[in-house]
C-alpha cells in the first residue's frame, strides 16, 4: 500500500508523462489502478499482462510447459499493448 504522500507523487507522475493506460499481473488486485483512474479523472484502460512466472504444464511432461506457451503469452502480451497504444 501506497502511502498518501507517494500516491500523489504517483498520480503527478502520470499525469506529467501522459500515461495511457496501467497494467497489472494475473492474481493482482487491481484496486489501486483503480484509484489511480479515479484520482486522475480518466478512464484509462487496464490491462493484465503476464509476466511468464507462471506457467500450466505440458500434460505430456511432468514439469515442462510446451514449447509454445512462452512465445503465446508474449505475443497475447503484445496483442494487449498494441490495442491501449494504436495510432
Same mark, same amino acid.
Request: charged share 10%; proline share 15%; with cysteine.
Given at each position: 500500500e501506497l502511502s498518501p504522500a507517494e500516491f500523489t507523487k504517483l498520480v503527478? +507522475?502520470?499525469r506529467q508523462k501522459k500515461v495511457r493506460a496501467l497494467a497489472t499481473e494475473p492474481g493482482? +488486485?487491481?484496486?489501486?489502478?483503480?484509484r489511480l483512474q479515479e484520482s486522475l479523472g480518466e478512464k484509462l484502460a487496464i490491462i493484465e499482462l503476464d509476466p511468464i512466472e507462471t506457467?500450466?504444464?505440458d500434460p505430456k511432461k511432468r514439469f515442462y510447459v510446451s514449447p509454445d506457451w512462452y512465445f503465446t503469452q508474449m505475443e497475447t502480451n503484445l496483442r494487449k499493448l498494441r490495442e491501449v497504444y494504436k495510432p
Open positions: 503527478q +507522475a502520470c493482482s +488486485a487491481p484496486t489501486i489502478l483503480h506457467a500450466e504444464p
